[in-house]
C-alpha cells in the first residue's frame, strides 16, 4: 500500500499513472475510519481504475478548539481498515503545513446561502474552513469522482455548490448513510461514547424515524414540537437543533408543497460530544 504524506510526491505518482482513460475516485476523511468510510472506499473501488483517501484532521472546520483537540487520530488503525478492502488504495496523510503552506486560514465562500442553515447556525465559519480544505484537496488531487456521505448531507450540498461555482471538474457522489445495529449513524465522534451512552443514542434515529411517519399527515410545525418533546425531559441528551428543510436549498419548510423534495435535520449532545443525523421525508 502506498501512503504519501507530502502534496508534491502524490502529485508526481499520480500524474506518472494518468491515462487518457484512467479515472481516480477519491474519498476525503478526518480518520478514525469506521464502515461508513469503507463502504465510500467500496463505492470507489468499483467504479474507478485508482482510488485515493485523504485522512487529514481539518483546524479550519472547528469552531470549538477543544472538540479539535479530542478528535481521534488513528492512522496507522486507519491504513490497516483500509487494506482489509484493497492494498491498492492510495493514502495521503497530509500535515497542516503541507495542505495550507503555513497559511492555515480559511477563504470565505458565497454558497448561495446553503451556509446559514443549520450547522452554519451553530458552527460559525465552519463551511469557510470546509470549502477551503475540499478546494484544496481537489486541486491536489484532480480526482474524476469524489464520494460522500449522506450523514453530512448540508456539507454535501454545500460541495456540490463550490464545484459548481468553482468550476471544478470533478462528479460529487452522495451515498447511503451507514448505521450501527440500534440505528444510530455510524461516525468518528461514536468511539467518544460510552457503552450506555451508546445503546441510549438510538433515541437520535427512532425520532427522526417518527418524524419521517408523522410527517406525512402532520405539519412541519408540528413535526418539530413532537420531536422537541422528545428530548425535552431527557437528561442525557441535549437537543441543539431539529429541522425540516428543503433538499434543494436547505431553507425550513414553512408549509408543505407537493414539488418538493424535504429532508429532516437533527444535532444532539451526549455529554459535549455531538452527534448529527439525518433522514429524507
Known amino acids: 500500500m502506498l501512503i504519501f504524506y507530502n502534496k508534491a510526491d502524490l502529485n508526481i505518482y499520480l500524474n506518472a499513472s494518468r491515462s487518457n482513460n484512467s479515472t481516480i475516485g477519491f474519498v476525503p476523511t478526518m480518520g478514525a475510519l469506521h ?21 487529514f484532521v481539518n483546524p479550519t472546520q472547528f469552531n470549538n478548539p477543544e472538540d ?27 500535515t497542516v503545513d503541507d495542505i495550507y503552506d503555513g497559511n492555515t486560514k480559511s477563504t470565505h465562500y458565497n454558497f448561495d446561502g446553503l451556509e446559514h442553515q443549520m ?15 475540499v478546494k ?10 469524489a464520494y460522500f ?28 448513510i451507514f448505521r450501527e445495529q440500534n440505528g444510530l449513524a455510524m461516525s468518528s465522534r461514536n468511539e467518544r461514547l460510552t457503552n450506555l451512552q451508546r445503546e441510549k443514542a438510538e433515541i437520535i ?20 414540537e413532537f420531536v422537541t418533546g422528545q428530548f425535552k425531559n431527557d437528561s442525557l441528551f441535549e437537543l441543539e437543533y431539529f429541522e425540516i428543510a428543503d433538499e434543494a436549498t436547505l431553507l425550513p419548510c414553512i408549509r408543505k408543497s407537493k414539488n418538493k423534495k424535504y429532508r429532516a435535520f437533527i444535532a444532539v449532545f451526549v455529554n459535549k460530544i455531538r452527534l448529527i443525523d439525518t433522514i429524507s421525508l
Open 119 to 133: 450547522e452554519g447556525k451553530f458552527r460559525q465559519g465552519h463551511f469557510d474552513g470546509v470549502g477551503t480544505v
Open 136 to 145: 484544496r484537496l481537489f486541486d491536489i488531487v484532480k480526482p474524476t469522482n
Open 68 to 94: 479539535l483537540a479530542k478528535y481521534p487520530r488513528t492512522l496507522d488503525n486507519d491504513v490497516e481498515k483500509i487494506k482489509s478492502i484493497s492494498d491498492k488504495i492510495i493514502v495521503y496523510a497530509p
Open 205 to 224: 434515529y427512532k425520532t427522526i424515524n417518527k418524524a419521517k411517519q408523522l410527517f406525512g399527515t402532520k405539519s412541519a410545525k408540528e413535526v418539530i
Open 35 to 55: 464502515e461508513g468510510h469503507l463502504s465510500l472506499l467500496r463505492e470507489s473501488i468499483k467504479n474507478n481504475l485508482q482510488t485515493v483517501i485523504s485522512i
Open 149 to 176: 456521505g449522506e450523514k453530512d448531507f448540508q456539507q454535501l450540498q454545500i460541495v456540490k455548490k463550490l464545484v459548481e461555482k468553482e468550476k471544478i471538474k470533478v462528479n460529487i457522489i452522495g451515498c447511503t
